[in-house]
């Protein structure tokens, strides 16, 4: 018998740092990230927030950085890879630091945020089981737990991260379908829209679209919205919704009311006590969309525009708005666990039962999603770092600034105050010397900011007369940057101004 020798075990060709979650690669991933700072450092940043020129110069001119479109037989290798994207990032890129950065909820992240975002990517650990990531569901249980006490939930609420506001809303009323469902004693797992015959769904004139959006994902059809009238606040009238309801046929099946808090455009808070009453009294589904508003729980000062929150059977959130977070980071809170039942599934290669029972589980059953990356970990580095205190402080500062904004545009002449800061958007108009032309010339003044590259705000349209008026081109200054001061404020109004007259001026050499 020929004796067995030990062999010496083949060797890798790539060295270990390679991989991120090695302990060689996480300090292989700090070398490169510097080295790609002082890439940024020396890269020409754009002087405004966005760069200069048209949007196809723009485009073609990153384009161009990058090379061709077409994969390498060669790698550049990491380093020079990753120096080249930051320079196209940076060089040809937003700024949403920049002081007048203003156009969308879209704040810059905190540093914080971003260095725990890096860290839970090198982990690279999911959210379904138990073996994919254990510290990752410890971390997101944690935030959930603590989002549900900001709240004011009860001990029976549970939650989950999802890849946005829209993704919330779109569970959110998926849990209010298979409720409806099964009050009138039907499996929508199993029958899906059939089970519910004529279904509808109420929410403010002014509410998110992904409402629209998330009844045709869930086969229940646009035509289940229904619009409900707002009033000169623009919050939801509680007496039209108990009319829409009283005004129901017997061939229909409500399924749930979307209030909102912190509309996108205005930041107004649906009355939520009152719709939280009819919805009781109906046996209804309680949705609160606020993506926008749940931020102000932050604040002592504007938490209160909040009450009636924890009345809501589901909540969406986005710490990517008033959270200052890297998107993607929503969380859709539920008032009862009991909730995602119809989401909960076993897979043999997943999370077969016995392993379940011994503790060996995830959050499967909490999405939509299977492989869910741990997007609390930044959220969770946020809240220990600022808590609630500091957090509360960068809100109270952001209303400040719209405040301030709020003031300035009311003293301005040549500017129409449209819709004051609720939270921290103001609404606004330039007013044209020829009314015939206002709409054009304000969307051809935001497009001038644009172009220019000297300011970034936000267009939407508003009626500027009360409820019933047409609706009008407007601006808008969504105000997200904790570090900006009243001079900058002054200084992007001025800016606007500006541009407004320049535009005026092409409009009457006819040369726009």
Same mark, same amino acid.
């Given at each position: 018998?020929?004796?067995?020798?030990?062999?010496?075990?083949?060797?890798?060709?790539?060295?270990?740092?390679?991989?991120?979650?090695? /302990?060689?690669?996480?300090?292989?991933?700090?070398?490169? =990230?510097?080295?790609? %700072?002082?890439?940024?450092?020396?890269?020409?940043?754009?002087?405004?927030?966005?760069?200069?020129?048209?949007?196809?110069?723009?485009?073609?001119?990153?384009?161009?950085?990058?090379?061709?479109?077409?994969?390498?037989?060669?790698?550049?290798?990491?380093?020079?890879?990753?120096?080249?994207?930051?320079?196209?990032?940076?060089?040809?890129?937003?700024?949403?630091?920049?002081?007048?950065?203003?156009?969308?909820?879209?704040?810059?992240?905190?540093?914080? &945020?971003?260095?725990?975002?890096?860290?839970?990517?090198?982990?690279?650990?999911?959210?379904?089981?138990?073996?994919?990531?254990?510290?990752?569901?410890?971390?997101?249980?944690?935030?959930?737990?603590?989002?549900?006490?900001?709240?004011?939930?009860?001990? @029976?609420?549970?939650?989950?991260?999802?890849?946005?506001?829209? =993704?919330?809303?779109?569970?959110?009323?998926?849990?209010?379908?298979?409720?409806?469902?099964?009050?009138?004693?039907?499996?929508?797992?199993?029958?899906?829209?059939?089970?519910?015959?004529?279904?509808? %769904?109420?929410?403010?004139?002014?509410?998110?679209?992904?409402?629209? @959006?998330?009844?045709?994902?869930?086969?229940?059809?646009?035509?289940?919205?229904?619009?409900?009238?707002?009033?000169?606040?623009?919050?939801?009238?509680?007496?039209? *919704?108990?009319?829409?309801?009283?005004?129901?046929?017997?061939?229909?099946?409500?399924?749930? %009311?979307? &209030?909102?808090?912190?509309?996108?455009?205005?930041?107004?808070?649906?009355?939520?006590?009152?719709?939280?009453?009819?919805?009781?009294?109906?046996?209804?589904?309680?949705?609160?969309?606020?993506?926008?508003?749940?931020?102000?729980?932050?604040?002592?000062?504007?938490?209160?525009?909040?009450?009636?929150?924890?009345?809501?059977?589901?909540?969406?959130?986005?710490?990517?708005?008033?959270?200052?977070?890297?998107?993607?980071?929503?969380?859709? =809170?539920?008032?009862?666990?009991?909730?995602?039942?119809?989401?909960?599934?076993?897979?043999?290669? *997943?999370?077969?039962?016995?392993?379940?029972?011994?503790?060996?589980?995830?959050?499967?059953?909490?999405?939509?999603?299977?492989?869910?990356?741990?997007?609390?970990?930044?959220? &969770?580095?946020?809240?220990?770092?600022? +808590? @609630?205190?500091?957090?509360?402080?960068?809100?109270?500062?952001?209303?400040?600034?719209? @405040?301030?904004?709020?003031?300035?545009?009311?003293?301005?002449?040549?500017?129409?105050?449209?819709?004051?800061?609720?939270?921290?958007? %103001?609404?606004?108009?330039?007013?044209?010397?020829?009314?015939?032309?206002?709409?054009?010339?304000?969307?051809? =003044?935001?497009?001038?900011?644009?172009?220019?590259?000297?300011?970034?705000?936000?267009?939407?349209?508003?009626?500027?007369?009360?409820? +019933?008026?047409?609706?009008?081109?407007? *601006?808008?200054?969504?105000?997200?940057?904790?570090?900006?001061?009243?001079?900058?404020?002054? +200084? *992007?109004?001025?800016?606007?101004?500006?541009?407004?007259?320049?535009?005026? /001026?092409?409009?009457?050499?006819?040369?726009?």
């Amino acid at each position: 018998m020929t004796p067995l020798t030990r062999t010496r075990p083949p060797q890798s060709p790539f060295a270990p740092a390679l991989l991120a979650g090695s /302990r060689d690669g996480l300090a292989e991933v700090l070398a490169t =990230l510097a080295e790609a %700072v002082d890439t940024a450092s020396h890269a020409r940043r754009p002087d405004g927030p966005v760069p200069a020129g048209a949007p196809a110069d723009v485009l073609a001119a990153a384009a161009r950085a990058l090379g061709p479109a077409e994969l390498p037989a060669e790698g550049l290798g990491p380093k020079a890879a990753l120096q080249l994207l930051t320079t196209v990032l940076v060089e040809h890129g937003i700024d949403l630091s920049h002081p007048r950065a203003a156009a969308h909820l879209q704040p810059p992240a905190l540093a914080v &945020a971003v260095a725990a975002d890096a860290l839970a990517g090198a982990g690279n650990a999911s959210l379904d089981t138990y073996d994919s990531g254990a510290s990752a569901l410890a971390v997101e249980r944690w935030l959930i737990d603590a989002l549900i006490r900001l709240a004011g939930l009860g001990e @029976r609420a549970d939650g989950v991260l999802t890849p946005g506001g829209s =993704l919330s809303n779109l569970m959110g009323l998926l849990l209010a379908r298979d409720s409806a469902a099964l009050r009138r004693g039907v499996d929508a797992r199993a029958h899906g829209v059939a089970a519910l015959p004529g279904p509808v %769904v109420f929410c403010s004139e002014l509410a998110h679209f992904s409402t629209h @959006r998330a009844c045709a994902a869930l086969g229940l059809g646009e035509a289940a919205v229904r619009p409900v009238p707002v009033d000169a606040h623009r919050r939801m009238r509680p007496d039209a *919704l108990a009319a829409a309801l009283a005004a129901l046929g017997p061939d229909r099946t409500p399924i749930a %009311v979307v &209030a909102t808090a912190g509309t996108t455009d205005f930041g107004s808070v649906d009355p939520l006590p009152e719709i939280a009453e009819i919805a009781a009294e109906q046996g209804l589904w309680m949705h609160v969309d606020a993506a926008y508003g749940f931020g102000a729980l932050f604040s002592e000062r504007l938490a209160g525009r909040l009450a009636g929150l924890e009345l809501a059977d589901s909540v969406t959130l986005d710490l990517h708005k008033i959270g200052w977070q890297p998107a993607a980071t929503s969380v859709l =809170l539920v008032s009862d666990t009991t909730a995602f039942a119809s989401l909960d599934r076993q897979v043999a290669y *997943l999370n077969p039962a016995d392993d379940a029972d011994a503790g060996y589980d995830g959050l499967l059953g909490r999405s939509l999603q299977t492989t869910r990356r741990p997007d609390a970990v930044k959220a &969770a580095a946020t809240l220990l770092a600022y +808590g @609630r205190t500091g957090l509360g402080r960068m809100v109270d500062t952001c209303h400040d600034l719209a @405040r301030h904004a709020e003031r300035r545009v009311r003293a301005e002449p040549r500017l129409e105050l449209v819709a004051p800061a609720e939270l921290t958007t %103001v609404v606004f108009r330039y007013r044209s010397a020829d009314p015939a032309s206002s709409d054009r010339l304000n969307g051809a =003044l935001r497009r001038t900011l644009l172009e220019s590259g000297t300011a970034l705000v936000g267009r939407t349209e508003a009626a500027t007369g009360g409820p +019933g008026s047409p609706a009008r081109v407007c *601006l808008k200054f969504t105000l997200l940057n904790p570090t900006a001061t009243t001079d900058d404020i002054d +200084g *992007l109004v001025d800016t606007v101004l500006d541009a407004g007259r320049t535009c005026e /001026r092409l409009f009457e050499e006819g040369a726009a």
